[in-house]
């Protein structure tokens, strides 16, 4: 697990680079220097070679759409975002958990990165939570926090959204569709719940983040749903695996369901999975990245 970065540099008479890093590390307080490694193949790596000052945004748990732009070979990146520069001109972000604006210390040839050591000219802390990255996912480790933390008084049901390939499981009663799920005592083995059950139908699954939190006022029950994967496909007689196109058309148990189904169906296809935590039960409505129209 590691946070988030976007690194920018900007040399006289060209236009500003870019690119989405993980390798951010601290590496000195007195002088205060930190570190990022630029890939020798980014097609930025010239500038990062010679350039004087970076500048590093850490971002924050709402900016996995940044990430992406940043790691993705699109254009130039630098259009289709708002960016300020730094007192050096490389850009910065707004709405990011910090900014740090960096002179070059030192270059240390590794391999096939260059690891490079910047000392700190100035630097902003929002405290904003930041953006995690883990499993070739992002997420947000505040949210999983909250997520998880679900008074103990609720009875809880545990579910996943089992994918292989381009489907995920479902099953059906009449012509209502849900994930698996079962129910759970307690929180705390609520993950272990769900695997046990998956794992007693011959289903090994591979358990990705939270996906999706909410209550049911009715029944006083917290729902939780976790995004899984798996490698071969599930038994036939355990449930149908059913395109994620499909996903859409379909007839739910129940409207919060629906619309979790509804919303794995546009997120597959953006690419960005976000954790949605409902309103009732924290008080506050979160989306990991910006909102979408169902
Ligand atoms: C979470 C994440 C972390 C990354 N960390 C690094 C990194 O530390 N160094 C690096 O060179 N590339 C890293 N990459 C890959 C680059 O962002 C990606 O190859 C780059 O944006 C491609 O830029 P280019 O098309 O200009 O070459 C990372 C990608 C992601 C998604």
């Not at 890093?21 to 193949?41: E, G």
């Not at 719940?193 to 990705?208: H, K, P, T």
């Not at 496909?233 to 395109?243: H, I, K, N, Y």
């Not at 794995?264 to 979160?286: I, N, P, T, W």
Request: charged letters at 20%.
């Amino acid at each position: 697990m590691t946070g988030v970065t976007v690194v920018t540099a900007r040399v006289d008479g060209e236009a500003p680079v870019g690119f989405t890093a993980n390798s951010f590390a601290s590496v000195s307080l007195q002088p205060p220097l930190l570190l990022v490694c630029p890939a020798k193949v980014l097609s930025s790596y010239a500038i990062f070679e010679r350039c004087e000052h970076f500048a590093v945004t850490v971002l924050a748990e709402d900016q996995g759409a940044l990430a992406n732009l940043f790691a993705s070979g699109s254009g130039n990146r630098f259009s289709e975002i708002e960016w300020q520069p730094d007192a050096s001109g490389c850009p910065i972000f707004a709405g990011a958990a910090a900014t740090f604006s960096m002179r070059v210390h030192e270059r240390v040839d590794a391999g096939d990165h260059l690891i490079m050591i910047g000392e700190v000219e100035a630097y902003e802390c929002t405290g904003k939570a930041g953006l995690g990255y883990s499993n070739e996912g992002f997420f947000s480790l505040g949210l999983e926090r909250r997520a998880a933390d679900v008074p103990r008084s609720s009875d809880v049901t545990v579910g996943a959204i089992v994918a292989f390939e381009d489907k995920v499981l479902l099953l059906r009663t009449g012509d209502k569709w849900y994930p698996p799920q079962v129910e759970s005592a307690g929180r705390r083995g609520s993950l272990t719940a769900i695997r046990y059950y998956l794992a007693a139908a011959g289903i090994e699954a591979d358990f990705g983040p939270v996906y999706t939190v909410f209550d049911s006022q009715s029944d006083a029950a917290v729902f939780t749903y976790y995004r899984a994967s798996v490698e071969s496909p599930p038994p036939a007689a355990f449930g149908e695996l059913v395109p994620v196109d499909d996903l859409t058309s379909l007839n739910y148990r129940s409207d919060a369901i629906g619309d979790m189904m509804r919303r794995y169906a546009v997120e597959y296809r953006q690419g960005v999975f976000r954790l949605h935590v409902d309103e009732e039960l924290q008080g506050d409505a979160h989306l990991i990245g910006e909102d979408i129209t169902l």
